[in-house]
């Protein structure tokens, strides 16, 4: 059984690092191999000034190593990165049974909370994700979780074993050996992955100026500004009557209407005589004179004589000049992907063309042996080609123009020459199959010897194959052979990917926060990508579910599902109704 990972939170000086001191001890006294993270403070320091270790510290290490007889420590100093995600840490511990986390509070991993009698704050549980029980010493305390003697560390410690299961361990040194998503394993971490590649993710298409009518799907490539005021002039916002405010009530509100009408598209602009009003129709300039329009189904109209309402309002239903959009602002950013509205508003600016970039070309292939082409007789042995299929759909949503360059054999020359030629005149080159670590598979193998191996083999559910590299100016991604991981892969690590180099953000989709509808289990150390579909509840409300069938070779388990959920690598257990991201299909293709 692989790492399992528990938490102790609480409230300042409530005893958590008491407890976890004692039950450190108490499962180690058990046979337990137990390690532990310690969220501090930003100024907290191990070392000293004056030791060694600390002056190649202040010199500018990136890391320095204290090593002892008896220990190690290695300290990171993160110069201004971002503070390294909890999952990140957890990837750089040896194997062992249970790693107990103080602090974290906000992660989804189990919790147990410390509450004592001196306690006046309330349940961390009601902010606090995934409390799964209350160790205290207090009495009648207003929760539904299991409560625990906070003085009875045996009966705290069983709990741990028996809701982590690490009770089940075999020989650790036997499971961390067979352990295949464990680091040890040479497995990088999805963080690492996703670094790899956001480092070489620069703009790598050129740009070209297209009609606006032929933009719709493409990046901008340079910024568009606005010409002109948008509206150009005050105009009418609705069909009625143009008045000015104050003859209406110094003429008891009724006023003389003028002989004409305002028309939008008319040249000629019209001017309101005092004390009178004018027929005025949507879009029409606004009358010099006037500064309130009443909407016609308002007033009443008799022999030219018009009668309004008193409880209209001034400066009411028309448009000022400028109140969209002034001259020179920026109306559609650079990177942006250009939408519908997009368009909309350069056609409102009267912009003929844009300059963007042009889409990401990719080359798309599939491999291995028992792939066979759709249409030909499929021996006993075969499989169709499922990916090369699904992967150009994929890709072209992403707005790519995929090259299909066919199946290749799993024949180490050919697949040679295929990457060869295909990195001359694409940005992007993606196979599926093949970057396994088989005898039959060389995707790493002719990548390591073109051109370089950035990331491969990584921590996750599905798609651990997965590899990344560099050959010549064209980037590389090989995906599993397995349809859904390919699939998912390719939305998790293609889709940001294709962004940043077809002139956009690093960015993945925004995600929702749902109800989980079904338990999750899973090993900690991998990061996991459930397929789930949205079902709707007799409130109304939504819940998160999942096919029976949804191992990674089950492709219903993608086409049933509207989405997935992302389970990071220190979770190994999420009830039923937790709180999730949610990543619709949809927000992958927007």
Same mark, same amino acid.
């Given at each position: ?11 300042? !000086? ?26 501090? %403070? ?13 002056? $190649? ?23 201004? =990165? =971002? ?13 062992? +049974? ?44 207003? #929760?539904?979780?299991?409560? &625990? ?23 650790? @040194? ?27 993710? $620069? ?24 010409? $002109? ?15 000015? /405010?104050?003859?209406?009530?110094? %003429? ?131 499989? /169709? ?39 001359? +005149? ?44 560099? &050959?010549?100016?064209? &980037? ?10 390919? !699939? ?18 690093? @960015? $993945? ?40 069938? %949804?191992?990674?070779?089950?492709? #219903? ?15 190994? /257990? ?17």
């Amino acid at each position: 059984m692989p790492m399992q990972v528990f938490g102790i939170v609480g409230w300042k !000086n409530n005893g958590k690092t008491t407890l976890v001191e004692r039950l450190i001890a108490n499962l180690c006294q058990r046979g337990y191999l137990v390690s532990s993270v310690k969220h501090a %403070h930003h100024n907290v320091d191990v070392d000293e000034p004056g030791r060694d270790s600390y002056r $190649h510290r202040m010199a500018g290490a990136k890391e320095t190593m204290l090593a002892t007889g008896n220990r190690w420590a290695l300290m990171h100093e993160n110069r201004g =990165e =971002e503070t390294p995600p909890l999952a990140e840490l957890l990837l750089r511990f040896e194997p062992c +049974d249970l790693v107990i986390i103080e602090g974290y509070k906000g992660e989804q991993h189990a919790k147990l909370e410390v509450v004592r009698e001196l306690n006046h704050r309330g349940l961390l549980q009601q902010q606090v994700p995934n409390v799964v029980a209350i160790a205290t010493d207090r009495q009648n305390l207003d #929760t539904k979780a299991p409560l &625990l003697n906070l003085n009875d560390i045996d009966a705290i410690a069983d709990f741990i074993v028996e809701h982590t299961g690490i009770a089940n361990n075999k020989a650790v @040194q036997e499971t961390a050996t067979n352990d295949c998503y464990h680091l040890s394993q040479g497995l990088l971490s999805a963080q690492h992955a996703w670094d790899s590649m956001r480092k070489l993710a $620069h703009t790598q298409v050129d740009s070209e100026d297209r009609p606006l009518g032929a933009c719709h799907g493409l990046r901008l490539a340079k910024a568009v500004a606005s010409p $002109h005021d948008s509206p150009r002039f005050n105009n009418v916002a609705v069909d009625g009557w143009a008045v000015n /405010y104050a003859d209406l009530a110094a %003429h008891n509100f009724q006023l003389t209407a003028m002989t004409g009408e305002a028309n939008a598209g008319g040249n000629n602009r019209t001017s309101l005589v005092a004390g009178k009003c004018l027929r005025v129709f949507t879009g029409a300039p606004l009358p010099a004179g006037a500064d309130t329009i009443v909407m016609q189904e308002d007033a009443i109209c008799v022999a030219g004589l018009v009668t309004f309402p008193r409880n209209c309002k001034a400066n009411s239903n028309w448009r000022s000049q400028g109140e969209d959009v002034a001259q020179g602002d920026i109306i559609i950013q650079p990177g942006q992907r250009l939408r519908p509205q997009d368009i909309g508003i350069a056609a409102a600016a009267g912009i003929a063309q844009l300059t963007v970039y042009q889409p990401v070309k990719v080359a798309l292939f599939s491999t291995g042996n028992e792939v066979h082409e759709l249409g030909t007789e499929l021996p006993a042995d075969g499989i /169709y080609d499922v990916n090369r299929y699904m992967l150009k759909a994929l890709y072209e949503s992403l707005h790519c123009q995929v090259t299909d360059l066919g199946i290749l054999e799993d024949d180490y020359d050919t697949i040679k020459q295929a990457l060869q030629q295909a990195s001359t +005149d694409h940005q992007l080159i993606v196979t599926s199959g093949g970057a396994s670590t088989g005898k039959h598979d060389h995707i790493a193998q002719v990548l390591q010897e073109l051109g370089q191996v950035h990331a491969w083999r990584v921590a996750i559910k599905p798609g651990r194959p997965l590899a990344f590299g560099q &050959l010549g100016q064209a &980037l590389f991604l090989g995906l599993p052979g397995n349809p859904v991981a390919a !699939n998912v892969c390719s939305l998790m690590f293609g889709q940001p990917l294709i962004n940043a180099i077809g002139g956009g953000p690093w @960015q $993945h989709p925004q995600c929702y926060p749902q109800t989980l509808g079904f338990e999750v289990n899973k090993k900690a150390g991998r990061r996991e990508w459930l397929r789930v579909y949205r079902e709707q509840q007799a409130d109304g409300s939504y819940l998160l579910k999942r096919s029976a069938s %949804h191992g990674s070779g089950i492709l #219903t388990s993608l086409t049933k599902a509207d989405g997935l959920v992302e389970v990071d690598e220190a979770t190994s /257990y999420l009830p039923n109704g937790a709180q999730v991201s949610f990543l619709p299909f949809a927000s992958f293709t927007d």
